[in-house]
């Protein structure tokens, strides 16, 4: 059980130009200079909400728009960077918020 994590439904009827902590699941072994070229050029392209990159063992999280996530695939692609998952992250504070919220 130590290895879930909850996964937030974006909903895409909403504000598209919202920032999401968006997660690419990436190789375990992947390059970290390679990763921090593609960081660097994410940020040159302004492609994203905030100046943070949160770096896991087998994932990375960036705060952006949904619109700019396939233009970020693209740029994973262009250096051939594996990655196999997209998705948003919820912490207990944000679903506790969710539930008291229906």
């Known amino acids: 059980m130590k290895n879930i994590s909850l ?7 909403d504000d598209l ?9 990436i190789d375990i072994g992947y ?13 040159e392209q302004s492609l ?4 943070i990159l949160n770096l896991g ?7 952006i728009p949904l619109t ?4 970020i695939t693209k740029i ?3 250096y051939k960077f594996n990655f196999y998952g997209i998705y948003v ?3 207990n504070y944000l679903e506790m918020k969710e539930v008291e919220d229906e």
């Open 68 to 71: 700019n996530i396939p233009k």
């Open 31 to 43: 390059d970290k200079a390679k990763a921090r070229s593609i960081f660097n050029e994410i940020k």
């Open 17 to 25: 130009s919202k920032p999401y902590p968006v997660t690419f699941n």
């Open 57 to 63: 063992n087998n994932s990375f999280t960036i705060h």
């Open 89 to 91: 992250v919820y912490d």
């Open 7 to 13: 996964i937030k439904k974006i909903e895409y009827e």
């Open 48 to 51: 994203l909400a905030q100046d």
């Open 76 to 78: 994973l692609l262009k």
